[in-house]
C-alpha cells in the first residue's frame, strides 16, 4: 500500500494526472478509509480514476458506499453533483437529471469548475434519448460559465459535447471546428484525457467528412496518447473506428483484428450494452460487405433489442439490420424496419441515419413493385413512394448542408453513401420508375437488374473495374450483342477502355450506336452498343454509364488525396505540433477578447444594441404584454422569442402568427378557433392559436393590419382571459402571454380612428423598440460576417466591401443585408467578396432614402430614376413615367453618374 506523505492530497492529483491508475487507487482507498467527516472531493477523485480507467459505471458504487458511511450529506450540492455524474455513467438517466439539477442550483455561483462540470453532464443526459436542443443549451452554458471561470478544461469538455450535437445533427463542418476548439483548449489546460478525447472525436468528424487520412492520423494519436495514459476505454474506441477506416480501405481482415481487440478491451472492462452494439454495428457492416447476410441481421438485431442500449447504436445497428434483409430479399421486413429506423432518427435529429434508412426503405418498395411488375402483377405503385423517395433527398441534403462543393464529394465518397446516394440519384433521374407503369416487360426488367449492380459499383476501387460492373449491368438487361465504354480524362487521357458480349467475355470490336455520357467533373465518356436496343434501354444505359463515371471520378479523386498525403510521418508529426500550439495560442488569445453580446439569434455590440438587450432582459422576467416596435426586417420576431427563451415560460410554446398574412374572414378562426359545422368547409374542430399557446407566449405580428370588429374580439379575450371558438358556446380559460409588433405608428392610428385606444394599452405595457440597421454602426459588419460564414465559410469581405456596407443605407434592415450578403456569396465565385459584388446584389438599397431628417434632392431624384429605368422596358418610356424628355434623362444620368440603360436590340 502506498505511503501517505506530507501531502497526500498533492501527490493523489499528480498520481491522477500522471495516468498511474494502481497507484491513485491504493493511495486513494486509504485516503477514503481514514475519511471522518465526508469529503466529498474523495468522490471526484474517485470518478476521475474510474473515468480513466475507462470503468465509469463503478462510480455508482463509490456513491452508495459514501452516502452509507456518512447519511447526513446527502444534500450537500457537491455529492448531488458526484450523485448525478454517477447515475449518467450508470444508464439511470431520469435520476441523473434530478440530482444535476438540483446541484446545478445549489452550488456557489463562484464555483465556475463545478458548475460548468454539472452543466455538460446535464448536457449529456440528453443523449439517449436525443434531444438536441436541450442538449445545445446546456453546453452553450457550461462553455459561458467556464470561460468566465477560465477553467479551460471544463471549456474544452464543452466543445467536445458540442460537436457532438452537431455531428449527430449532421453538421459535421461544425462538430469539426468545435473539436479543434476543444484540441486547443484541451493543451492550454495541459489536460492529457481532454487531449485524448478531442482526437479521437476529431477524427470520427473527419472520416464522417471523408478526409480518412486525416482521420487515421488523429485516431492514431488518440491510440497512442490513450496507451501512454492507460486510458483503456479510449483505446478500445479509438481502435473500433480505425478498424471501420481499415473496412473502408478493403482491408477486411485488418479491420476483424481491431474489431476483435476493442471487443476484448471493453470486455475486460466490463463492456456496457452500447459498447456492445457498436462493436455489433461494425462487424455488421463487414458481415453485409462479405455476404454473410444472416449472420449481420442476427448480431445486430441481437445488440439492438439489449436493454439499456444507447439509442444512436440502437438504431445503427437496426440500420445494419434493414439492410441485410433487403440483401436477402425480405423487401417488406426490410421497409417496414427502416421506416421505423428513419423516425426514430429524424425525432432524435440523428440525419445520416435518417436518410441512409429513408433510402433502404424506399429501395426496398421500388424493387417489391418491379418485381410485382416482372411477374405480371400489381402495376399500381407503392404507397407513399414518391414522398419517401423526396424525403430522403431532402435529409441527405440536410446532412451535406454547409459543406463547400469538395466537402460534399469527400462525404460522398464513402462507399455506402455512395451507393445510396447514387440510388436516389438514378430513381430520381428514371422518374421513380416504380411510381408509373412500366411500357413493357423488358423494361421492368432492366429496372430490377440495374438496382442489383449499383452496390457493386460503389465497392470496387479500380476504374477499368468499375467500367465492367457497368458494361455487365448493362449486358445482362439490354439486348445489344455488345458493349464498350471509354472513360477519359479531362486531357483526352483514357481511363478505362472496356468492351463486352453479354457473356461477359471481351470483345473485339463493337460497332453501333454511340452514346454520350454525362460528365463527372473532368471524367468523361462514350457508350457504344452494338446491335437493335431500344428508347428505354438507351436510357437505362446512359444512366448506368454516368453512375460510371461518378464511382471513376471518386476513385481518382481519393487516389490523388493519398498522393497529397504521401509526406513522411516525422514531417506531418512535426507540422501537427506546430499547429496544436498555434491553435492553442489562439484559443488561449480569442478566450481574452469580449465577444459581440447576443439574444436569440440576433447580433450586436453597439449602444443601441446594448440597450436593447439589457431590455429583453429586464422585461422577460416578467409576464406583462409587451409592443415590439421597429421598421421591417429589424428582427421584431427575434425580440419576442428572446423575451420568451429567457423568461418563465420558456419551456411552453411559442406561437408566431402574422395577423397580414391569414385574410381578415379567417383570422377569427386561427386566433381562437372554431367548431365543426361553423362555416363552410369547417369539417373539424380546431383549437386556435391562443389554446395552442396556453402557458406559453402568442406573438401577434403585423398587429396594426386588424380590422376594428377583430381588434375588438382581441381585447374581449386579453381582458377577461378567455376565448371562445367560432360556432362556440363554452368558454375556456387560457394563460398566455401576447407580444406584439409593428412598423407602423399606432397612437397616430388611435387619432385616426383605425385602432382601438382600449386595445393599445392592453398591448403596450411595456414597450420596446428595435433600432433601424443604420443606426447600429459597426453591427453591420459584424451581421454581414455572420451570415457570410454561414453561406459559404470559406469566403470573406474585401476592404471596400465592408466600406460600402457602413455607407449604404438598408432600408429593409438586416433583413435585406441578409439577402444581399447571401446572394453575393452564392454568385461571387472567388474566395473575397468586393465592393461590386455586393452592389451587383444590393441595387435595392436605393430604394429609398435614408431617413425623412435627411432627404437629398439629388439622392430622391437618383432614386426616382432608378425606379423608372427597372420598371419600364425602354429609356423613352422611362422617361415619359418620370415626365421629362428622353435627353433630359440621360443628362441626369450622367450627372448623377448613374450606368445608362442597356439598348434593347430593334426588332425587324
Same mark, same amino acid.
Given at each position: 500500500?502506498?505511503?501517505?506523505?506530507?501531502?497526500?492530497?498533492?501527490?493523489?492529483?499528480?498520481?491522477?494526472?500522471?495516468?498511474?491508475?494502481?497507484?491513485?487507487?491504493?493511495?486513494?482507498?486509504?485516503?477514503?478509509?481514514?475519511?471522518?467527516?465526508?469529503?466529498?472531493?474523495?468522490?471526484?477523485?474517485?470518478?476521475?480514476?474510474?473515468?480513466?480507467?475507462?470503468?465509469?459505471?463503478?462510480?455508482?458504487?463509490?456513491?452508495?458506499?459514501?452516502?452509507?458511511?456518512?447519511?447526513?450529506?446527502?444534500?450537500?450540492?457537491?455529492?448531488?453533483?458526484?450523485?448525478?455524474?454517477?447515475?449518467?455513467?450508470?444508464?439511470?438517466?431520469?435520476?441523473?437529471?434530478?440530482?444535476?439539477?438540483?446541484?446545478?442550483?445549489?452550488?456557489?455561483?463562484?464555483?465556475?469548475?463545478?458548475?460548468?462540470?454539472?452543466?455538460?453532464?446535464?448536457?449529456?443526459?440528453?443523449?439517449?434519448?436525443?434531444?438536441?436542443?436541450?442538449?445545445?443549451?446546456?453546453?452553450?452554458?457550461?462553455?459561458?460559465?467556464?470561460?468566465?471561470?477560465?477553467?479551460?478544461?471544463?471549456?474544452?469538455?464543452?466543445?467536445?459535447?458540442?460537436?457532438?450535437?452537431?455531428?449527430?445533427?449532421?453538421?459535421?463542418?461544425?462538430?469539426?471546428?468545435?473539436?479543434?476548439?476543444?484540441?486547443?483548449?484541451?493543451?492550454?489546460?495541459?489536460?492529457?484525457?481532454?487531449?485524448?478525447?478531442?482526437?479521437?472525436?476529431?477524427?470520427?468528424?473527419?472520416?464522417?467528412?471523408?478526409?480518412?487520412?486525416?482521420?487515421?492520423?488523429?485516431?492514431?494519436?488518440?491510440?497512442?496518447?490513450?496507451?501512454?495514459?492507460?486510458?483503456?476505454?479510449?483505446?478500445?474506441?479509438?481502435?473500433?473506428?480505425?478498424?471501420?477506416?481499415?473496412?473502408?480501405?478493403?482491408?477486411?481482415?485488418?479491420?476483424?483484428?481491431?474489431?476483435?481487440?476493442?471487443?476484448?478491451?471493453?470486455?475486460?472492462?466490463?463492456?456496457?450494452?452500447?459498447?456492445?452494439?457498436?462493436?455489433?454495428?461494425?462487424?455488421?457492416?463487414?458481415?453485409?460487405?462479405?455476404?454473410?447476410?444472416?449472420?449481420?441481421?442476427?448480431?445486430?438485431?441481437?445488440?439492438?433489442?439489449?436493454?439499456?442500449?444507447?439509442?444512436?447504436?440502437?438504431?445503427?445497428?437496426?440500420?445494419?439490420?434493414?439492410?441485410?434483409?433487403?440483401?436477402?430479399?425480405?423487401?417488406?421486413?426490410?421497409?417496414?424496419?427502416?421506416?421505423?429506423?428513419?423516425?426514430?432518427?429524424?425525432?432524435?435529429?440523428?440525419?445520416?441515419?435518417?436518410?441512409? %434508412?429513408?433510402?433502404? $426503405?424506399?429501395? #426496398? &418498395? =421500388?424493387? +417489391?413493385?418491379?418485381?410485382?411488375?416482372?411477374? *405480371?402483377? /400489381?402495376? @399500381?405503385?407503392?404507397?407513399?413512394?414518391?414522398?419517401?423517395?423526396?424525403?430522403?433527398?431532402?435529409?441527405?441534403?440536410?446532412?451535406?448542408?454547409?459543406?463547400?462543393?469538395?466537402?460534399?464529394?469527400?462525404?460522398?465518397?464513402?462507399?455506402?453513401?455512395?451507393?445510396?446516394?447514387?440510388?436516389?440519384?438514378?430513381?430520381?433521374?428514371?422518374?421513380?420508375?416504380?411510381?408509373?407503369?412500366?411500357?413493357?416487360?423488358?423494361?421492368?426488367?432492366?429496372?430490377?437488374?440495374?438496382?442489383?449492380?449499383?452496390?457493386?459499383?460503389?465497392?470496387?476501387?479500380?476504374?477499368?473495374?468499375?467500367?465492367?460492373?457497368?458494361?455487365? %449491368?448493362?449486358?445482362? $438487361?439490354?439486348? #445489344? &450483342? =455488345?458493349? +464498350?465504354?471509354?472513360?477519359?480524362?479531362?486531357? *483526352?487521357? /483514357?481511363? @478505362?477502355?472496356?468492351?463486352?458480349?453479354?457473356?461477359?467475355?471481351?470483345?473485339?470490336?463493337?460497332?453501333?450506336?454511340?452514346?454520350?455520357?454525362?460528365?463527372?467533373?473532368?471524367?468523361?465518356?462514350?457508350?457504344?452498343?452494338?446491335?437493335?436496343?431500344?428508347?428505354?434501354?438507351?436510357?437505362?444505359?446512359?444512366?448506368?454509364?454516368?453512375?460510371?463515371?461518378?464511382?471513376?471520378?471518386?476513385?481518382?479523386?481519393?487516389?490523388?488525396?493519398?498522393?497529397?498525403?504521401?509526406?513522411?510521418?516525422?514531417?506531418?508529426?512535426?507540422?501537427?505540433?506546430?499547429?496544436?500550439?498555434?491553435?492553442?495560442?489562439?484559443?488561449? %488569445?480569442?478566450?481574452?477578447?469580449?465577444?459581440?453580446? =447576443?439574444?436569440?439569434?440576433?447580433?450586436?455590440?453597439?449602444?443601441?444594441?446594448?440597450?436593447?438587450?439589457?431590455?429583453?432582459?429586464?422585461?422577460?422576467?416578467?409576464?406583462?404584454?409587451?409592443?415590439?416596435?421597429?421598421?421591417?426586417?429589424?428582427?421584431?420576431?427575434?425580440?419576442?422569442?428572446?423575451?420568451?427563451?429567457?423568461?418563465?415560460?420558456?419551456?411552453?410554446?411559442?406561437?408566431?402568427?402574422?395577423?397580414?398574412?391569414?385574410?381578415?374572414?379567417?383570422?377569427?378562426?386561427?386566433?381562437?378557433?372554431?367548431?365543426?359545422?361553423?362555416?363552410?368547409?369547417?369539417?373539424?374542430?380546431?383549437?386556435?392559436?391562443?389554446?395552442?399557446?396556453?402557458?406559453?407566449?402568442?406573438?401577434?405580428?403585423?398587429?396594426?393590419?386588424?380590422?376594428?370588429?377583430?381588434?375588438?374580439?382581441?381585447?374581449?379575450?386579453?381582458?377577461?382571459?378567455?376565448?371562445?371558438?367560432?360556432?362556440?358556446?363554452?368558454?375556456?380559460?387560457?394563460?398566455?402571454?401576447?407580444?406584439?409588433?409593428?412598423?407602423?405608428?399606432?397612437?397616430?392610428?388611435?387619432?385616426?380612428?383605425?385602432?382601438?385606444?382600449?386595445?393599445?394599452?392592453?398591448?403596450?405595457?411595456?414597450?420596446?423598440?428595435?433600432?433601424?440597421?443604420?443606426?447600429?454602426?459597426?453591427?453591420?459588419?459584424?451581421?454581414?460576417?455572420?451570415?457570410?460564414?454561414?453561406?459559404?465559410?470559406?469566403?470573406?469581405?474585401?476592404?471596400?466591401?465592408?466600406?460600402?456596407?457602413?455607407?449604404?443605407?438598408?432600408?429593409?434592415?438586416?433583413?435585406?443585408?441578409?439577402?444581399?450578403?447571401?446572394?453575393?456569396?452564392?454568385?461571387?465565385?472567388?474566395?473575397?467578396?468586393?465592393?461590386?459584388?455586393?452592389?451587383?446584389?444590393?441595387?435595392?438599397?436605393?430604394?429609398?432614402?435614408?431617413?425623412?431628417?435627411?432627404?437629398?434632392?439629388?439622392?430622391?431624384?437618383?432614386?426616382?430614376?432608378?425606379?423608372?429605368?427597372?420598371?419600364?422596358?425602354?429609356?423613352?418610356?422611362?422617361?415619359?413615367?418620370?415626365?421629362?424628355?428622353?435627353?433630359?434623362?440621360?443628362?441626369?444620368?450622367?450627372?448623377?453618374?448613374?450606368?445608362?440603360?442597356?439598348?434593347?436590340?430593334?426588332?425587324?
Amino acid at each position: 500500500m502506498a505511503r501517505i506523505g506530507t501531502d497526500p492530497r498533492a501527490r493523489l492529483e499528480s498520481l491522477l494526472g500522471a495516468a498511474r491508475w494502481a497507484d491513485a487507487e491504493a493511495l486513494l482507498s486509504e485516503l477514503t478509509a481514514r475519511d471522518a467527516g465526508g469529503d466529498v472531493a474523495l468522490l471526484a477523485a474517485w470518478r476521475r480514476l474510474e473515468d480513466g480507467r475507462g470503468a465509469r459505471s463503478r462510480t455508482v458504487a463509490h456513491v452508495a458506499a459514501f452516502l452509507e458511511r456518512f447519511p447526513g450529506r446527502g444534500g450537500d450540492p457537491y455529492f448531488l453533483l458526484e450523485r448525478g455524474l454517477a447515475h449518467r455513467a450508470s444508464g439511470d438517466l431520469d435520476a441523473a437529471r434530478r440530482d444535476l439539477v438540483l446541484a446545478i442550483d445549489r452550488l456557489p455561483k463562484a464555483d465556475g469548475d463545478a458548475r460548468a462540470l454539472g452543466l455538460s453532464g446535464l448536457g449529456t443526459t440528453y443523449f439517449s434519448p436525443f434531444d438536441a436542443r436541450r442538449a445545445r443549451q446546456a453546453f452553450l452554458a457550461a462553455r459561458r460559465v467556464a470561460e468566465a471561470s477560465e477553467a479551460w478544461s471544463r471549456v474544452a469538455e464543452a466543445e467536445i459535447n458540442l460537436g457532438i450535437v452537431h455531428i449527430q445533427a449532421g453538421a459535421i463542418a461544425k462538430a469539426a471546428r468545435a473539436y479543434r476548439r476543444a484540441m486547443a483548449h484541451a493543451l492550454t489546460a495541459d489536460d492529457g484525457r481532454l487531449v485524448v478525447m478531442a482526437s479521437y472525436n476529431l477524427g470520427n468528424c473527419l472520416h464522417d467528412l471523408g478526409k480518412n487520412v486525416s482521420a487515421r492520423r488523429a485516431l492514431t494519436r488518440a491510440l497512442t496518447l490513450a496507451e501512454e495514459r492507460g486510458d483503456r476505454s479510449f483505446v478500445a474506441w479509438s481502435t473500433l473506428l480505425l478498424g471501420h477506416l481499415d473496412r473502408k480501405a478493403g482491408a477486411r481482415d485488418a479491420a476483424r483484428a481491431r474489431y476483435r481487440q476493442a471487443a476484448s478491451i471493453f470486455a475486460d472492462l466490463g463492456d456496457t450494452p452500447t459498447s456492445r452494439a457498436w462493436v455489433a454495428f461494425h462487424e455488421g457492416e463487414l458481415l453485409v460487405e462479405e455476404g454473410a447476410l444472416e449472420e449481420a441481421e442476427a448480431i445486430t438485431l441481437a445488440a439492438a433489442s439489449a436493454p439499456a442500449t444507447d439509442g444512436t447504436a440502437r438504431l445503427a445497428c437496426e440500420l445494419v439490420a434493414a439492410t441485410a434483409k433487403l440483401a436477402r430479399g425480405r423487401r417488406r421486413a426490410a421497409a417496414e424496419l427502416a421506416d421505423r429506423v428513419a423516425r426514430d432518427a429524424e425525432a432524435g435529429g440523428l440525419v445520416e441515419i435518417a436518410w441512409r %434508412a429513408r433510402t433502404v $426503405a424506399t429501395r #426496398a &418498395r =421500388a424493387e +417489391r413493385a418491379a418485381r410485382r411488375w416482372l411477374e *405480371g402483377r /400489381a402495376l @399500381a405503385p407503392p404507397e407513399g413512394l414518391v414522398d419517401a423517395l423526396s424525403r430522403a433527398e431532402a435529409l441527405v441534403e440536410g446532412a451535406m448542408r454547409g459543406l463547400s462543393t469538395q466537402g460534399r464529394r469527400l462525404y460522398l465518397r464513402d462507399r455506402t453513401r455512395a451507393a445510396d446516394a447514387a440510388w436516389l440519384a438514378e430513381a430520381r433521374a428514371m422518374g421513380a420508375p416504380a411510381t408509373r407503369r412500366a411500357p413493357d416487360a423488358d423494361a421492368r426488367a432492366t429496372w430490377l437488374r440495374v438496382l442489383g449492380h449499383l452496390s457493386d459499383l460503389g465497392a470496387e476501387a479500380s476504374s477499368e473495374r468499375v467500367a465492367a460492373i457497368g458494361l455487365d %449491368a448493362i449486358l445482362s $438487361a439490354a439486348s #445489344a &450483342r =455488345a458493349a +464498350r465504354i471509354v472513360v477519359t480524362d479531362g486531357t *483526352g487521357g /483514357a481511363i @478505362a477502355d472496356v468492351a463486352r458480349d453479354p457473356w461477359g467475355r471481351p470483345a473485339s470490336t463493337v460497332d453501333g450506336e454511340r452514346v454520350p455520357l454525362p460528365p463527372s467533373g473532368t471524367v468523361t465518356g462514350e457508350l457504344t452498343l452494338a446491335g437493335e436496343v431500344d428508347g428505354p434501354e438507351v436510357d437505362l444505359a446512359r444512366l448506368v454509364g454516368g453512375l460510371v463515371l461518378t464511382q471513376i471520378a471518386a476513385l481518382r479523386a481519393r487516389d490523388a488525396l493519398r498522393a497529397e498525403g504521401s509526406r513522411s510521418r516525422e514531417e506531418n508529426a512535426r507540422l501537427e505540433v506546430e499547429l496544436l500550439r498555434a491553435e492553442a495560442a489562439l484559443g488561449d %488569445a480569442r478566450g481574452r477578447l469580449p465577444e459581440p453580446a =447576443a439574444r436569440g439569434g440576433m447580433l450586436g455590440a453597439s449602444p443601441p444594441m446594448q440597450a436593447l438587450f439589457a431590455r429583453i432582459d429586464r422585461v422577460a422576467r416578467s409576464d406583462l404584454s409587451v409592443l415590439v416596435l421597429g421598421e421591417s426586417g429589424t428582427g421584431k420576431e427575434l425580440v419576442a422569442r428572446a423575451l420568451h427563451d429567457q423568461g418563465a415560460r420558456a419551456a411552453r410554446p411559442f406561437v408566431a402568427v402574422n395577423c397580414a398574412a391569414i385574410p381578415e374572414s379567417l383570422l377569427e378562426s386561427a386566433l381562437f378557433g372554431h367548431r365543426r359545422g361553423a362555416f363552410t368547409g369547417a369539417d373539424r374542430d380546431e383549437p386556435g392559436l391562443f389554446v395552442v399557446a396556453d402557458t406559453g407566449t402568442l406573438f401577434l405580428d403585423e398587429v396594426a393590419e386588424m380590422s376594428l370588429p377583430m381588434q375588438a374580439r382581441l381585447l374581449r379575450v386579453l381582458q377577461d382571459g378567455e376565448v371562445r371558438a367560432v360556432g362556440g358556446t363554452a368558454v375556456r380559460s387560457v394563460d398566455v402571454r401576447v407580444v406584439a409588433a409593428t412598423h407602423q405608428d399606432l397612437h397616430g392610428l388611435v387619432q385616426r380612428g383605425r385602432f382601438r385606444e382600449d386595445l393599445l394599452y392592453r398591448l403596450d405595457v411595456v414597450s420596446i423598440q428595435v433600432p433601424p440597421l443604420r443606426a447600429r454602426g459597426d453591427d453591420v459588419v459584424l451581421l454581414a460576417r455572420a451570415f457570410l460564414a454561414a453561406a459559404a465559410p470559406r469566403k470573406r469581405l474585401a476592404p471596400d466591401a465592408v466600406r460600402w456596407l457602413l455607407a449604404a443605407p438598408f432600408p429593409g434592415n438586416v433583413r435585406e443585408l441578409r439577402a444581399v450578403v447571401e446572394a453575393a456569396a452564392v454568385l461571387c465565385d472567388a474566395d473575397v467578396i468586393a465592393r461590386r459584388d455586393l452592389e451587383a446584389e444590393g441595387r435595392g438599397s436605393r430604394r429609398a432614402p435614408r431617413s425623412a431628417g435627411s432627404l437629398d434632392l439629388a439622392e430622391l431624384e437618383a432614386w426616382a430614376i432608378e425606379q423608372a429605368l427597372a420598371r419600364e422596358p425602354s429609356a423613352a418610356a422611362a422617361a415619359r413615367a418620370l415626365g421629362i424628355g428622353r435627353a433630359t434623362l440621360y443628362r441626369k444620368l450622367e450627372a448623377l453618374r448613374l450606368a445608362p440603360p442597356r439598348r434593347t436590340a430593334r426588332r425587324r
